[in-house]
């Protein structure tokens, strides 16, 4: 079991650094539905290359071929190392599948499960997580 806490950070300059020092991942919501959506993550890009957390999420609820393309946030998602995820995307993964992709919030979670925490800990056998990593997300 492990204790993470989540920090909205609205814009860069809110940004503390004892937030800076614990950040071990960086969830950044991104509306598609309009052209300049991924525009409006250009300030963070510093931040999070200088901080470089182990995971990077980029998400919306779904890529909109009037707003931002799956292309367009394939090709983002490339340059900075993020992973895309949709809430609700247009097309579902294929249910006869043997290794069905997740998508939306179970995507989150086990891209979040899957990482090795900085903090994490051995006791009595069992992985224990102490202190608290920070999860850092960013709503535009």
Not at 52 to 77: F, K, Y
Request: aromatic content about 6%.
């Amino acid at each position: 079991m492990a204790d993470v806490q989540l920090c909205v950070v609205p814009s860069t300059y809110q940004m503390s650094s004892e937030i800076a020092q614990s950040m071990q991942a960086f969830v950044a919501y991104f509306d598609s539905k309009v052209k300049d959506g991924l525009e409006k993550l250009n300030p963070w890009i510093p931040v999070v290359e200088d901080l470089s957390p182990e995971v990077l999420i980029l998400v919306c609820d779904r890529v909109c071929e009037n707003g931002v393309t799956r292309h367009e946030a394939q090709q983002w998602c490339l340059s900075h190392a993020f992973e895309l995820v949709e809430i609700n995307p247009q097309e579902l993964p294929d249910e006869d599948d043997d290794f069905p992709e997740s998508t939306g919030v179970k995507r989150i979670i086990q891209a979040l499960n899957a990482n090795v925490w900085s903090s994490v800990e051995m006791k009595d056998g069992k992985l224990i997580s102490n202190p608290s990593p920070c999860l850092m997300g960013h709503i535009l």
